[in-house]
Each structure stands twice: as structure tokens, then as C-alpha cells.
């Protein structure tokens, strides 16, 4: 279907016009675009959680210093914690363009620990390579499975996946015949350390991000200005910020920045989903998927095949996940990960995803799953215990959501 | 104000009287400047304006849901102030709100007495007052029946017993019959006629319908921007008036367009190809077989009652309709079956409900405008260009003249005529050459429908092929070339437009025979009050 901006109804705006209103701006019948709302931009419902990242570390590396600990900013704890985060964190992305596309997953963890076991149960027999790709196809298939029961039959997907959670965990069992699995050949152990383990030295990429990013804002204030805009946005201020936050990372550690795989591959990945997501059609639609649906189809995108995607995605991530647990311990407990979908979900709570589909941002999740995994931590440092972590992991989560909620009700009356 | 009142009214005793309202919302947004309005028992009060003037925010204030920012509201002489809508409801206001807040899955008799008070889920008592409130309307339905079984009318007609069983003195309508068809307004009429007549009951009536307004009324009140301009005993007015009120300029009423035949009829080649042809399509228990050419410049009007099968038929041939069979051809290319398939091809649905079926709400104007081709403003072919899609909304908000002050407003801000118009805007960015337009001007009010109209007449001369469905006849014998009658799924009969009149239209889609012609369509439009009497 060829596209067009013109269009023949009669005093339509021709394209060429375009350029007249873009160029000055303020043109005669062009828009006065709305002055960037600070207040809004950096509301506790838009920043929370970053707000209470950085509010949580403060008060971690100020306790630190105050028992005389070890640095609690050193490069190396900060990875151990985004490294303990990332398998929450892959599943958490994933879990957040399910909850956009407006559907749910509890599944995830039973599909990783299913994942996890063929990809022990097989890799001394074929190798770990052809193994770790049959985990991820029956992995997807999973999600496939799911995402047809939801979208052909029209169950809710609560249900489906809360049946697929048991059901998945007793193949799981059934799988494992109740024992834990774990692999013996010495070229698989090998292959699974060069997959999971050890960190690589970042500190070019992140250069060339920090400077990326400051580039970015720089354009994007010209432009601004060049169109008569308010020059200074929320957005180009928070790539400033992180700009400098990443070249202050390269100066602080003289150069050498080693990131855990795990850490990279969650990064890499949660950058992808963002890009899919902010800046391609295929991103577009899956929010108007999930903003109202019927809209949606009736506007020719195919809903069905969208929502599917996202289980696909979801029960995907979740086996890479499961791989990635596999190769750190070898082995695989039939009871492995359970419990786990809540905490991801937990963590796209926590990044303000809202459950009735159609908003979301994926980089909030990553620092939901980090803000839970710096409690776990805390506690540790604290030497508090485990006995006090649910309670406040609950109260964070609960606080988090009332705050979305109430901060979300735009003033009406 | 004169009292040459010759309906029964036994005491025009003044039970609301606002002075100067005023309403400004916290985002500095002015609704209402200076309202006076005074409500008397036993009388039948029109209210009217055009979309945004502020009529739903007055509703909301006098049934407690908000609170006013300025002025005094009297109620049965006493200066109040609604504390919530509950408070209201128990001092003696009902409303019935436009989109109805009835529970589905609840029973009717369940659902009239949902606000009462009291612990026990079945009440013996509350048959017998079921029985007492439908003896009062005039209106007999299954206390039992689940809700969501029964047709809109119906449930009309349960949010008004809902509205009685309160025992109130003042009822609010919103909208009460804009999506209802003809036969079940009739009832509507009849009790509000009852109630204002017999009870004495002062009934708030709101209306974007000018003929029921004039037939209907006592009185009308008129505003605009947030401001009364009109008030006037219904029997010294006409419907030019009240529209030029409502509108505020001399109105390009409906009838100013010619009837499209006399222009087009020298255009029009029906032995040419045809852009779009319909072969055989129907879909079961819902849609007979169809078979239709429609030639480039044509418009075809679907007349047929809620429930014909006339939205079923834009669906089917939108492709949005599993179960559908048969074949559709744009440009003699038979498509596919699927929405993306119809899109592909340049089809353009405008559904019927614009909120729930056409527009994403956390969308602005401008992402919900780009939403079916966004392909033209992207970078590559896959990756929208934001600059490009607010220059695309604001060319939307011009050449519609939808009312907003940036493309970046969020549809859920915009009045119903403005957001049916991003609607429609959503398909003119892209070669789109069949449009199947759903009761594009329903619940707006006159500018916007005229705009609207004109749009349509628009798209035809430029070589699209059109199908408009509408419940106002009158206005699809203004815009359509080819009228076809729907009813019970089936099309029933084609007319030339020159050929045949609203009033055929009606019998023929109301499926009454000749003999009960003259009575029926007398009492249609303009003598709905040969019912009440």
C-alpha cells in the first residue's frame, strides 16, 4: 500500500508546506508545542523508581562506610548485584512486552527450569550448543502453546499460565524423575563457563555510549533551537546525566570495567527491547495491541499474531534464562527457580508497567529488578537475615504500586 | 420568559434554580463561566450545546458528582451543595448517564435496586416495588432477565426504573436516546411524558436531537462556551433557532447540502469498473448474501434500524469478520480475508463506537492518526519518525478543524465529535479508496456533523468509493447517490437517492406495511407526541 501525506481533500496542507512550518517554527498555523512539563517528567510517578534506586544505594553505601565495610560503589560489588539481578531481569523485560501486549504470564519460571533441564538432561549426549538450542525451541514452543490457548481459544491468560506453571514444573519433574541433573563431560563444563562465566572489560563501549549520548543531546538541543523550541528537555537532561554518569564509571575505575556475561547479555538484550519498543512500528503496534485491541484490528493490525509474539518472547527469554542458570550450576533441582515468576513480575511492577496492557518501559523494569536485587543485597551487608526480606520486598512493591496508582490519576475534577 | 403553557401543568413549582455557576477545573481549563437555570416541577427542560460546551460538566454538578467553583444552587428553595453524587441521590436527583453504569451480569430487578440500602440480596419486598415503578412507566420487562441479555433500548429503559426506584423529584437524561432505535426512543418519549405529566416529576432532558427536542420540551435552555445563550418556552421556537444558538453563526444545515444525486448523477458511470464489488458475502445468523458493485464517486447510504445488520456488513466487508464468506474486490482484486488484508488494499473502516472500537485512549491525536499507515512517515520502513507523525496530527486537527490546541492532546480529552473526526482522520494519509463509514455522526452535535457530511461528499468527488450507515435517514438522503434498506440482515431494497423519501426509508426499514404508513410515519419525527397522549 503506497502512503502519502497529501492528501485531496480540498484546503488540505501540501507537503511542501511542511518544510515553511518546520523550518520556522512558529509559522502561521503551525502548533505551539506544549513546553516540556518538568513536574510531570520527573514526577515520582515517571521517576520512582529510579528515584528509589538511588535513594536505596545511597543509604547501602552510607551504612557501608559507617560498619566499615568495603567500598560499596566498587565496580565489583555494583556488577555482583546487576550479575544476581540479570536472569529476574531478562525474564522481567520479556514479562513487560507481554503485560503491553495486555496479557500475563506466570509461567516463566517453570518454562526456565524446563529449559534448564533438558539443557543438563542433553548436553552431555549432543553437546552443549545443539542442546542449549533444543532448550530454547521447546521454550518457545511453550510460549507458543500458551499464547494459542489464550488467543484461539480465548481463556484468560491468568489462567492459562497458571495452569501451564504447574503443568510445565511436573514435565519438569516427570523430566528429571525427581532427581537433580547435572552434567559431567569436561568439553560441556568448558562450553558452559565460556557461555556464563567470567567478565569482560567494557570500558571502549562505554566511551563510545557516553559520548554517544552526549552527542545525541547536543543534536537534539540544536534542533531544537532551530525550530524555536524550548531548547532544554527532560529527555535531553537525562541523556546528559547518564552520559556523564558513564564516562564518570570509566574515569573512577582507570579503565577497566569487567562485566559478568550475564550482566551483558541482560543489557544487551533489555537495549534491544527498548529500541523495538520506542523507536520501530512493530513497538507502535504492540501498544496500540494492548491500549485497546479491538481499535487496533480495526486499524488492520493483526492482534492474534502480536500477542502471540509476546508469549513467544516471554517463554524465549525465560529459557534463555534457564540456560543461563544451567551453565552457572551445572546442574539442574527439579524444584530450580520456582517461585521466581513472582519476583519478575514484582520487578515490571515495580518499573510502573500497568496490567491492564498498553504501557510500559522496559529500562524502568531493568531498574525495578535492580532496586530488588540491592534490597537482597542490603540485607546481606546488613547481616538482617532473610526472616525480614519478604515483608520488605512486599512493602516496596505494594508502595510502588500505590504510588503509579495514585500518581497516575490525572486531575479531572 | 412567557407562560402561554397549554400542557397540563398542574404547579410550575421552581424545585432547582442555579445562579451563575461557574466550574473551573484545576488545570485552569474554564467549562462553565455563568449558568442560571431554573427547573420546575412537572415540566420537560431541554438542554442543549454543541460537544464541549459545557453540558456534561452543568449534569455533573447538579448530580453531586462535582463540585461547582462559584455560584449558589438552590434545591426546593434551600441553598445545597452536594457533598457526592450519593447525596444528591438521596436529596432527589437521579441521572441517567449517557453511557449506561449498569451491571451486566447482574438481573434487572437487581440492577434497579442496586443503590438501595438494606443487606439482604433478595428482598420480597422489591418485586412489588418492581412491580409499582414499571405500573407508573408504562413499561412491562422480566425483573429476572440478566442484564446483558437485553437489547440497548431495554437497558435504557432500566436505568430510568433504575432512576425512579430512587423516588426522585429531579430526573437528569444524558443523551437518553442517541443510540437507540426509533421504536425504543418512542417509549423513551412516552415516559418522560408520563413522568413530567402525570407525576409532576421535573425531568432534565439532554439532546442532540433538535426534532425531539422540539417535540419532547417545555423549555429549552442553550449553551455555549460555558455560557447560557438561549432560553425559551419550547412553542416560541423552531429548530433553525435552537441550531443557530447552538452553533452561534448561521448553521450550513444539513439541507443546504443538495441532495447528491442532482450534481452527480453526469459523474457517475455505473457500467464502469467498479472500485469496490461485493460477491455473494454473508455471514452466518448474521448476514444474507450480499452482491454489490459500487463505481468510483459513489455513495452508498445503508438505512436500516440498530440491529439490521448494517454494521455486520461493514465488518464483513472489512474483513473483520471471521465467519464471513464470499468475495470482496477492490479494483477488481479479490482480497483477502483479515483487517490487514482490507487495510492493504485500501479499505477504511470508521466503526461505530468510536471509543472502545477506534481509538486508542493512552494514545495522543497524533499517534491514534498514524496508527493504520504508519509505513508513510517512517525512517526506513520500519521506524516511525515522531516529528513527521505530530506534523501529520496537526495536519488531521487543521483539515478537520478538530479542536485541540496541539496534536499532542490525548484522545480521551476530546469531545465525541472531535474524537469521531480523528477517527476518520486516521484514513485519509494513505490510498485509501473505499470508505465504510459506521454512523459517523452519531452523539455529535450540528457543526460537526455538517463537517462531517461534507467530508463524505469530499472523499466521493475525489474517486473514492463510500458506504455510510446512519440512523438519520434525512442525512444519507443528503450525501448518498444509492440508498440501500437493511433489515434482519438481509438488504431489502436499493433506491436511486432522487427516488425515495426519509419517510419510505423508515417503513421499509421498520418493515411496517403500507396500510399502517401514513399513521407510522406521522408519528416518527415530528409528532412523537401523538404517543404520549
Known amino acids: 500500500m503506497v502512503e502519502h501525506d497529501a492528501v485531496a481533500v480540498p484546503g488540505a496542507t501540501r507537503p511542501e508546506v511542511r518544510a515553511q512550518e518546520h523550518g520556522t517554527g512558529k509559522a502561521a498555523g503551525s502548533w505551539t508545542r506544549p513546553t516540556a512539563n518538568w513536574a510531570r517528567a520527573f514526577s515520582l510517578r515517571e521517576m520512582g523508581v529510579y528515584y528509589a534506586l538511588i535513594l536505596l544505594i545511597d543509604i547501602l553505601a552510607l551504612v557501608t562506610l559507617h560498619l566499615g565495610h568495603p567500598n560499596y560503589f566498587s565496580i565489583l560489588n555494583i556488577t555482583n548485584v546487576m550479575y544476581q539481578a540479570s536472569l529476574t531481569a531478562i525474564m522481567a523485560v520479556a514479562m513487560t512486552v507481554i503485560l503491553i501486549s495486555g496479557n500475563f504470564d506466570l509461567s516463566v519460571a517453570s518454562v526456565a527450569a524446563l529449559a534448564a533441564a533438558v539443557l543438563t538432561g542433553y548436553a552431555d549426549q549432543i553437546g552443549f550448543m545443539p542442546a542449549a538450542l533444543l532448550a530454547m525451541t521447546i521454550a518457545c514452543l511453550a510460549g507458543l502453546l500458551n499464547g494459542s490457548i489464550v488467543q484461539l481459544l480465548g481463556i484468560n491468560a491468568f489462567i492459562v499460565t497458571l495452569g501451564t506453571l504447574t503443568a510445565i514444573r511436573g514435565i519438569v519433574l516427570i523430566f528429571t524423575d525427581g532427581h537433580s541433573l547435572s552434567v559431567q563431560n569436561p568439553g560441556v563444563l568448558d562450553a558452559m563457563a565460556a557461555f556464563e562465566s567470567g567478565r569482560v572489560n567494557v570500558v571502549l563501549p562505554l566511551v563510545v555510549i557516553g559520548l554517544a549520548l552526549l552527542a545525541s543531546a547536543v543534536w537534539s538541543i540544536r534542533q531544537a533551537r532551530a525550530a524555536g523550541d524550548a531548547a532544554v528537555t527532560p529527555r535531553s537532561v537525562g541523556a546528559i546525566v547518564a552520559a556523564l554518569c558513564v564516562l564518570a564509571v570509566v574515569i573512577a575505575t582507570r579503565g577497566v570495567v569487567p562485566i559478568p556475561k550475564p550482566v551483558l547479555y541482560m543489557l544487551g538484550f533489555t537495549a534491544l527491547i527498548w529500541f523495538t519498543l520506542t523507536y520501530t512500528i512493530v513497538g507502535r503496534r504492540l501498544y496500540a495491541v ?124 | 420568559m412567557t407562560e402561554q403553557d397549554d400542557r397540563p401543568v398542574a404547579a410550575s413549582e421552581t424545585l432547582l434554580r442555579l445562579e451563575g455557576i461557574a466550574k473551573t477545573f484545576p488545570n485552569g481549563t474554564v467549562a462553565l463561566r455563568s449558568i442560571d437555570l431554573t427547573v420546575e416541577r412537572g415540566r420537560v427542560h431541554g438542554l442543549l450545546g454543541a460537544n464541549g460546551a459545557g453540558k456534561s460538566t452543568l449534569i455533573k454538578i447538579i448530580s453531586g458528582a462535582i463540585p461547582p467553583s462559584g455560584g449558589d444552587m438552590i434545591w426546593k428553595g434551600r441553598p445545597t451543595r452536594w457533598q457526592s453524587p450519593r447525596a444528591a441521590n438521596d436529596g432527589g436527583v437521579a441521572t441517567i448517564h449517557q453511557h449506561i453504569p449498569l451491571v451486566p451480569d447482574l438481573s434487572v430487578i437487581e440492577n434497579v435496586f442496586l443503590g438501595a440500602h438494606g443487606v439482604w440480596r433478595r428482598d420480597p419486598s422489591a418485586h412489588r416495588r418492581f412491580d409499582a415503578l414499571c405500573a407508573r412507566v408504562g413499561y412491562q420487562i422480566d425483573p429476572d432477565s440478566r442484564l446483558g441479555d437485553l437489547s440497548i433500548g431495554a437497558r435504557q429503559m432500566v436505568a430510568i426504573l433504575q432512576a425512579l426506584g430512587t423516588g426522585a423529584d429531579l430526573i437528569i437524561m444524558d443523551e437518553p436516546t442517541a443510540s437507540l432505535a426509533t421504536d425504543e426512543r418512542e417509549l423513551v418519549y412516552a415516559v418522560v411524558r408520563r413522568l413530567s405529566q402525570v407525576e409532576h416529576k421535573a425531568i432534565l432532558f439532554v439532546s442532540h436531537f433538535l426534532d425531539e427536542i422540539v417535540t419532547l420540551t417545555d423549555c429549552v435552555t442553550v449553551i455555549r462556551d460555558g455560557t447560557q445563550v438561549m432560553h425559551a418556552e419550547t412553542d416560541d421556537i423552531d429548530e433553525d433557532r435552537i441550531a443557530k444558538a447552538i452553533v452561534g453563526k448561521e448553521v450550513a444545515a444539513l439541507t443546504r447540502l443538495q441532495p447528491a444525486s442532482v450534481d452527480m448523477d453526469g459523474n457517475v458511470d455505473v457500467h464502469a469498473k467498479p472500485v469496490l464489488e461485493l460477491r455473494d458475502l454473508c455471514s452466518p445468523g448474521r448476514l444474507a448474501p450480499v452482491s454489490l458493485r459500487i463505481a468510483a464517486g459513489e455513495v452508498i447510504g445503508i438505512a436500516g434500524l440498530l440491529g439490521s445488520g448494517r454494521s455486520e456488513l461493514l465488518h464483513a466487508v472489512f474483513g473483520a469478520d471471521a465467519a464471513a464468506t464470499g468475495e470482496v474486490l477492490v479494483n477488481g482484486r479479490r482480497i483477502g480475508r483479515g483487517t490487514a488484508a482490507a487495510v492493504r488494499a485500501g479499505i477504511a473502516l470508521v466503526p461505530e463506537d468510536r471509543m472502545q472500537q477506534g481509538l486508542v485512549p493512552g494514545f495522543e491525536i497524533w499517534r491514534n492518526t498514524t496508527l493504520p499507515a504508519l509505513r508513510g512517515v517512517s525512517r526506513g520502513t520500519f521506524m516511525p519518525d515522531a516529528n513527521r507523525e505530530r506534523m501529520r496530527g496537526w495536519n488531521a486537527v487543521q483539515r478537520l478543524s478538530i479542536k485541540a490546541a496541539s496534536p499532542d492532546a490525548l484522545v480521551t480529552e476530546l469531545s465525541g465529535g472531535n474524537a469521531q473526526k480523528v477517527t476518520i482522520a486516521k484514513w485519509l494519509f494513505s490510498d485509501v479508496r473505499v470508505f465504510l463509514l459506521d454512523e459517523p455522526t452519531a452523539g455529535i452535535d450540528i457543526g460537526a456533523k455538517t463537517d462531517i457530511l461534507r467530508l463524505v461528499r469530499q472523499l466521493a468527488a475525489d474517486g473514492n468509493a463510500v458506504i455510510i450507515v446512519s440512523s438519520e435517514f434525512e442525512e444519507l438522503l443528503a450525501v448518498a447517490t444509492r440508498l440501500i434498506v437493511m433489515r434482519d440482515g438481509r438488504c431489502v431494497a436499493e433506491h436511486p437517492a432522487g427516488n425515495v423519501s426519509e419517510h419510505e426509508l423508515l417503513l421499509l426499514a421498520g418493515g411496517r406495511d403500507t396500510a399502517a404508513a401514513g399513521v407510522a410515519a406521522h408519528s416518527h419525527r415530528h409528532a412523537a407526541g401523538t404517543t404520549g397522549q
Open chain 1, 290 to 413: 494492548g491500549g485497546n485491541p479491538e481499535a487496533a484490528r480495526l486499524s488492520g493490525i493483526n492482534v492474534v499474531r502480536y500477542k502471540l509474539l509476546a508469549f513467544v518472547l516471554s517463554s524465549g527469554a525465560a529459557g534463555f534464562a534457564g540456560i543461563l542458570f544451567a551453565s552457572r550450576l551445572h546442574s539442574i533441582n527439579p524444584a530450580g527457580l520456582q517461585g521466581a515468576e513472582l519476583t519478575v513480575i514484582a520487578a515490571a511492577i515495580l518499573g510502573g508497567t500497568a496490567l491492564y496492557g498498553g504501557a510500559g518501559s522496559v529500562i524502568k523494569t531493568l531498574a525495578g529488578a535492580l532496586l530488588l536485587y540491592s534490597l537482597t543485597n542490603g540485607f546481606n551487608i546488613l547481616n538482617l537475615g532473610a526472616n525480614y526480606q519478604g515483608l520488605i520486598e512486599g512493602i516496596v512493591v505494594v508502595t510502588a504500586a500505590a504510588i503509579y496508582t495514585v500518581g497516575g490519576q490525572r486531575k479531572t475534577a
